[in-house]
């Protein structure tokens, strides 16, 4: 459709004169990536990191204009900042970065738990700054600013939580950026992310580093025939059981009702599984099976897969 001569853009480009991103991780780094390759997104972009040696590393990458150790010093002067740490850290870095905080900036984060965010950074945010929870649904096992990649969130949702009275325009800004990045954007209530998350998410990862907690188990000569002859089934669980291990505690911990409700829900499904084999039902046997493929498919048919 051509444009209309004298129509000014929904936003100008770049979003943001100043972005700092505090973490940079897989996702905080992928972000750097993309915002450095495009200048969409930012002008300046900034780099805060818990060591000098990752801050190095990413001046090494070239994926951010500026880093910074100190927190206080990344975020003085951006209108937009972006959590990318582990949700456990998340009270402690806003507590820092609050009064530093530049009138009318945007505040918005990466976590996987929106509940324990609003909790833990909701309170902290002064007044005339915008904050704008957010949960890109993207990610691998991998973690550091090596990990990260510029197609992480080609085609996949990033999801809004803003809490109710946000400002729509800053909420708009933010969405936008994920846009931008490649994402899906939708907005939904914390709560129900948090249940809708326990399920997709945190309750697979807990399975696979409970599978492979009990294959490290199993007496030695056992343990290495499982290691030597690993099916794919085994190897899937693996990789996700390679995820970041000071990430996923937090998510757990952060997450524990929804988590720990889907986690009883899916021990009765296994226990009547269990009894089925134990019973020799095959038809419930294969119910359960093709039920299983059918999501499968659904995900393979909305390009999730």
Known sequence: MPS???????????????????????????????????????????ANARTQA???????????????????????????VMLCAPVGAYAALAEAIAPHLAPGCIVTDVGSTKQSVIRDVGPLIPAGVHFVPAHPVA?????????????????????????????????????????????????????????????VSHLPHLIAFTICNTAEGLEDESRQEVLKFSASGFRDFTRIAASDPVMWRDIF?????????????FMEDAQAMARAVRWGDPSFIEDSIERGRKIRRSLIELKQA
């Open 253 to 265: 911990l952060n997450n524990r009702e929804a988590l720990l409700e889907m986690l009883a829900r």
């Open 139 to 199: 990610g691998t096992e991998y973690s550091g600013p090596d990990a990260g990649f510029t197609s992480l969130f080609q085609g996949r949702w990033c999801l809004l939580t803003p809490p109710p009275g946000t400002d729509e325009a800053a909420v708009e800004k933010v969405s936008e950026l994920w846009r931008r990045c490649g994402s899906m954007v939708e907005s939904m209530e914390a709560g129900h992310h948090d249940r809708v998350l326990a399920i």
């Open 54 to 80: 990752t801050l190095d590393r990413v001046m090494q990458l070239g994926i951010a204009d500026r880093v910074e150790l100190d927190p206080a010093r990344a975020v003085a002067g951006a209108d937009c």
């Open 4 to 46: 209309i001569p004298g129509a000014e853009p929904l936003f100008k480009r770049p979003l943001f004169q100043r972005l700092v991103l505090v973490g940079i991780g897989l996702i905080g780094s992928s972000v750097a990536r993309i915002a450095m390759e495009k200048r969409e997104i930012a002008t300046e972009i900034v």
